[in-house]
């Protein structure tokens, strides 16, 4: 095979390339809801000492107290209405705009990047307003739940979307929203960038554009967990600034009573950082100045606290994700012979 040819990037038909996004990213978001679950409530546990410990302690409790589809995956019917339609979109927003950099001469590597930025801001509008109902879904548990109080108690997702509108205002659905921007929009502009080269490595191993199960698997995980180490910083200030607890005083001069409701946990992603026993407060709402904070007080091991488990859970999620892209890329191309790749 030419060259050329195993250089040149695949241009699917869109409609194409955001039905297999759509189904590979919700597919790996569902397979990692359980590690997401447990991560929330390690979070936004209120209690003290906290119930939920180790990974393996509070996977234990939570399956043995609540079971598994109410317990480890409760908020999966969010999780998944946010994010098949937020990769729908995420895929088909890359694709569009990476084809419109290239063609108008912009470097490769920096079309990957770009277009990856705007995949995931396209993709935000929706997977941020899921991810806040998920994520209180998953804390709770089920209705009434006997086994741990968590402050929030809505009898299901609709019920909750219409409680937090409600009581708190549209604007709560996009709580975090900013915070969620500065770790996610360079997270998905490096995995993408990372997996178009790794891809273009792998097709020029192979000298065919097949490459193969093994390093189709290998090329997604790889570039997600790069991605997922590079930018674990920023993923720790975020989920530091979400989970800082802020009183601030009323007009009467009397702090403000904040109710588990409105209390700050993480949103998006699974963020795998928990912040260290004593870690003080940021006192911030700046990205920036609570980066400087942690390195001032922690030093570069602040930043990368939790690096592990967010490397390995990037690691399987893109792998699953790009995998699937793939293989379904080419099963709809085998399907709809009239619409062939560019």
Same mark, same amino acid.
Request: aromatic letters at 10%; one cysteine or more.
């Given at each position: 095979?030419?060259?050329?040819?195993?250089?040149? =990037?695949?241009?699917?038909?869109? #409609?194409?390339?955001?039905?297999?996004?759509?189904?590979?990213?919700?597919?790996?978001?569902?397979?990692?809801?359980?590690?997401?679950?447990?991560?929330?409530?390690?979070?936004?546990? $209120? %209690?003290?000492?906290?119930?939920?410990?180790?990974?393996?302690?509070?996977?234990?409790?939570?399956?043995?107290?609540?079971?598994?589809?109410?317990?480890?995956? /409760?908020?999966?019917?969010?999780?998944? /209405?946010?994010?098949?339609?937020?990769?729908?979109?995420?895929? &088909?927003?890359? =694709?569009?705009?990476? !084809?419109?950099?290239?063609?108008?001469?912009?470097?490769?590597?920096? %079309?990957?990047?770009?277009?990856?930025?705007?995949?995931?801001?396209?993709? %935000?509008?929706?997977?941020? $307003?899921?991810?806040?109902?998920?994520?209180?879904?998953?804390?709770?548990?089920?209705?009434?739940?006997?086994?741990?109080?968590?402050?929030?108690?809505? !009898?299901?997702?609709?019920?909750?979307?219409?409680?937090?509108?409600?009581?708190?205002?549209?604007?709560?659905?996009? @709580?975090?929203?900013?915070?969620?921007? @500065?770790?996610?929009? $360079?997270?998905?502009?490096?995995?993408?960038?990372?997996?178009?080269?790794?891809?273009?490595?792998?097709?020029?191993?192979?000298?065919?554009?097949?490459?193969?199960?093994?390093?189709?698997?290998? +090329?997604?995980?790889?570039?997600?967990?790069?991605?997922?180490?590079?930018?674990?910083?920023?993923?720790?200030?975020?989920?530091?600034?979400?989970?800082?607890?802020?009183?601030?005083?009323?007009?009467? &001069?009397?702090?403000?009573?904040?109710?588990?409701?409105?209390? #700050?946990?993480?949103?998006?992603?699974?963020? +795998? #950082?928990?912040?260290?026993? /004593?870690?003080?407060?940021?006192?911030?709402?700046?990205?920036?100045?609570?980066?400087?904070?942690?390195?001032?007080?922690?030093?570069?091991?602040?930043?990368?606290?939790?690096? /592990? $488990? !967010?490397?390995?859970?990037?690691?399987?999620?893109?792998?699953?994700?790009?995998?699937?892209?793939?293989?379904?890329?080419?099963?709809?191309?085998?399907?709809?012979?009239? =619409?062939?790749?560019?």
């Amino acid at each position: 095979m030419r060259s050329d040819d195993l250089e040149a =990037e695949g241009r699917p038909p869109y #409609h194409h390339a955001m039905l297999a996004g759509g189904i590979g990213g919700s597919t790996g978001d569902l397979l990692m809801h359980s590690l997401d679950t447990v991560k929330t409530r390690q979070q936004g546990d $209120p %209690s003290v000492p906290p119930k939920y410990t180790s990974l393996g302690q509070s996977y234990y409790t939570i399956w043995r107290q609540e079971g598994i589809r109410r317990g480890l995956y /409760g908020g999966w019917i969010p999780a998944l /209405g946010g994010s098949f339609p937020a990769t729908v979109l995420f895929f &088909g927003s890359y =694709e569009w705009s990476k !084809r419109v950099l290239i063609d108008h001469g912009l470097q490769h590597h920096l %079309s990957y990047l770009s277009a990856g930025l705007v995949g995931d801001l396209a993709a %935000s509008v929706v997977y941020v $307003p899921s991810e806040v109902l998920k994520t209180r879904l998953q804390l709770q548990g089920r209705y009434n739940n006997p086994h741990f109080h968590s402050g929030y108690n809505y !009898r299901g997702t609709i019920d909750a979307a219409r409680t937090i509108v409600r009581t708190e205002g549209v604007s709560a659905l996009f @709580y975090g929203y900013k915070a969620t921007l @500065y770790r996610d929009l $360079p997270f998905s502009a490096l995995q993408l960038m990372f997996w178009e080269q790794f891809h273009t490595w792998a097709r020029r191993y192979k000298q065919s554009r097949d490459i193969g199960v093994p390093l189709e698997l290998l +090329t997604g995980a790889a570039a997600g967990c790069l991605a997922g180490v590079m930018t674990c910083p920023l993923d720790v200030v975020k989920t530091r600034l979400q989970t800082q607890v802020n009183s601030t005083p009323d007009h009467g &001069g009397q702090l403000r009573e904040l109710s588990l409701q409105k209390r #700050h946990i993480s949103t998006s992603s699974p963020s +795998t #950082h928990r912040p260290q026993p /004593g870690a003080i407060a940021l006192e911030t709402s700046s990205i920036v100045t609570g980066l400087k904070v942690i390195y001032r007080t922690e030093g570069i091991a602040g930043w990368f606290r939790g690096v /592990g $488990p !967010r490397g390995v859970w990037t690691f399987i999620q893109s792998g699953c994700m790009l995998f699937l892209y793939q293989r379904l890329l080419r099963h709809l191309a085998t399907c709809d012979p009239a =619409e062939k790749s560019l």
